[in-house]
Nanobody
Framework: VQLQASGGGLVQAGASLTLSCAASGRTFTDYTMGWFRQAPGKEREFLASINWNGGSVYYSDSVKGRVSIDRDNFKNTLSLRMNDLKPEDTAVYYC??????????????????????WGQGTLVTVSS
Protein backbone atom coordinates (compact mmCIF):
# COMPACT_ATOMS: atom_id res chain seq x y z
CA VAL A 1 0.00 0.00 0.00
CA GLN A 2 1.18 3.52 -0.77
CA LEU A 3 0.66 6.21 1.82
CA GLN A 4 0.64 9.98 1.37
CA ALA A 5 0.55 12.14 4.47
CA SER A 6 -0.54 15.76 4.37
CA GLY A 7 -1.84 18.58 6.53
CA GLY A 8 1.30 19.70 8.30
CA GLY A 9 2.36 23.30 8.61
CA LEU A 10 3.31 26.11 10.94
CA VAL A 11 0.85 26.75 13.76
CA GLN A 12 0.88 28.64 17.03
CA ALA A 13 0.86 26.97 20.40
CA GLY A 14 -2.66 26.13 21.50
CA ALA A 15 -3.94 25.62 17.98
CA SER A 16 -5.48 22.48 16.55
CA LEU A 17 -4.47 20.64 13.41
CA THR A 18 -5.72 17.63 11.50
CA LEU A 19 -3.31 15.48 9.55
CA SER A 20 -4.49 13.22 6.76
CA CYS A 21 -3.08 10.13 5.13
CA ALA A 22 -4.34 8.85 1.79
CA ALA A 23 -3.85 5.17 1.04
CA SER A 24 -3.77 3.58 -2.37
CA GLY A 25 -2.84 0.42 -4.13
CA ARG A 26 -4.29 -2.18 -1.81
CA THR A 27 -7.49 -2.91 0.08
CA PHE A 28 -7.47 -0.39 2.91
CA THR A 29 -9.39 -2.64 5.29
CA ASP A 30 -6.56 -5.17 5.14
CA TYR A 31 -4.49 -2.84 7.28
CA THR A 32 -4.00 -1.70 10.79
CA MET A 33 -3.03 1.98 10.66
CA GLY A 34 -0.88 4.11 12.90
CA TRP A 35 0.66 7.53 13.40
CA PHE A 36 4.19 8.19 14.56
CA ARG A 37 6.33 11.30 14.80
CA GLN A 38 10.01 12.12 14.88
CA ALA A 39 11.28 15.30 16.45
CA PRO A 40 14.69 16.70 15.52
CA GLY A 41 17.42 14.65 17.13
CA LYS A 42 15.02 12.13 18.60
CA GLU A 43 13.83 8.64 17.77
CA ARG A 44 10.54 8.02 16.07
CA GLU A 45 7.72 7.93 18.59
CA PHE A 46 4.42 6.07 18.45
CA LEU A 47 1.30 8.23 18.80
CA ALA A 48 -1.83 6.29 17.92
CA SER A 49 -3.15 3.20 16.20
CA ILE A 50 -6.48 2.05 14.87
CA ASN A 51 -7.71 -1.37 13.90
CA TRP A 52 -8.97 -2.32 10.46
CA ASN A 53 -12.59 -1.23 10.89
CA GLY A 54 -12.00 1.73 13.18
CA GLY A 55 -13.71 0.02 16.05
CA SER A 56 -10.72 0.13 18.33
CA VAL A 57 -8.08 2.79 18.87
CA TYR A 58 -5.03 3.08 21.09
CA TYR A 59 -2.99 6.10 22.14
CA SER A 60 0.39 6.75 23.59
CA ASP A 61 0.24 8.16 27.09
CA SER A 62 2.24 11.15 25.88
CA VAL A 63 -0.60 12.40 23.69
CA LYS A 64 -3.69 10.73 25.11
CA GLY A 65 -6.48 13.24 25.55
CA ARG A 66 -5.05 15.66 22.97
CA VAL A 67 -5.19 13.57 19.82
CA SER A 68 -7.80 11.53 18.02
CA ILE A 69 -7.18 8.96 15.31
CA ASP A 70 -9.84 7.99 12.81
CA ARG A 71 -10.18 6.27 9.46
CA ASP A 72 -12.64 6.39 6.59
CA ASN A 73 -12.67 3.02 4.88
CA PHE A 74 -14.80 4.33 2.03
CA LYS A 75 -12.37 7.12 1.21
CA ASN A 76 -9.24 5.11 2.14
CA THR A 77 -8.03 7.82 4.45
CA LEU A 78 -6.56 8.04 7.92
CA SER A 79 -6.60 11.15 10.06
CA LEU A 80 -5.05 12.47 13.24
CA ARG A 81 -6.67 15.37 15.00
CA MET A 82 -4.35 17.18 17.39
CA ASN A 83 -5.53 19.76 19.89
CA ASP A 84 -3.75 22.24 22.14
CA LEU A 85 -0.52 21.94 20.22
CA LYS A 86 2.71 22.68 22.06
CA PRO A 87 6.18 23.57 20.78
CA GLU A 88 7.33 20.10 21.81
CA ASP A 89 4.89 18.66 19.27
CA THR A 90 7.13 19.98 16.52
CA ALA A 91 8.11 16.96 14.46
CA VAL A 92 7.70 15.12 11.20
CA TYR A 93 4.53 13.07 11.41
CA TYR A 94 4.28 9.72 9.67
CA CYS A 95 1.37 7.47 8.88
CA UNK A 96 2.00 3.76 8.64
CA UNK A 97 0.20 0.58 7.62
CA UNK A 98 0.63 -2.88 9.05
CA UNK A 99 -1.11 -6.23 8.71
CA UNK A 100 -4.68 -6.32 9.88
CA UNK A 101 -3.83 -9.03 12.42
CA UNK A 102 -1.15 -7.01 14.19
CA UNK A 103 -3.83 -5.12 16.13
CA UNK A 104 -5.68 -7.52 18.39
CA UNK A 105 -6.92 -7.91 21.92
CA UNK A 106 -3.39 -8.63 23.13
CA UNK A 107 -1.48 -6.07 21.12
CA UNK A 108 -2.28 -2.57 19.94
CA UNK A 109 0.35 -2.11 17.26
CA UNK A 110 2.45 0.47 19.04
CA UNK A 111 5.83 -0.66 17.71
CA UNK A 112 7.54 0.48 14.53
CA UNK A 113 8.11 -3.14 13.55
CA UNK A 114 4.34 -3.71 13.50
CA UNK A 115 4.22 -1.64 10.30
CA UNK A 116 5.68 -2.35 6.90
CA UNK A 117 4.49 0.61 4.85
CA TRP A 118 5.23 4.23 5.68
CA GLY A 119 4.21 7.55 4.28
CA GLN A 120 6.78 10.21 3.49
CA GLY A 121 5.97 12.33 6.53
CA THR A 122 4.49 15.78 6.97
CA LEU A 123 6.19 18.47 9.04
CA VAL A 124 4.36 20.14 11.88
CA THR A 125 6.00 23.16 13.45
CA VAL A 126 4.48 24.71 16.56
CA SER A 127 5.63 28.18 17.50
CA SER A 128 5.46 29.50 21.03
Amino acid sequence: VQLQASGGGLVQAGASLTLSCAASGRTFTDYTMGWFRQAPGKEREFLASINWNGGSVYYSDSVKGRVSIDRDNFKNTLSLRMNDLKPEDTAVYYCAAGPRSVYNRNHFASRERDYDSWGQGTLVTVSS
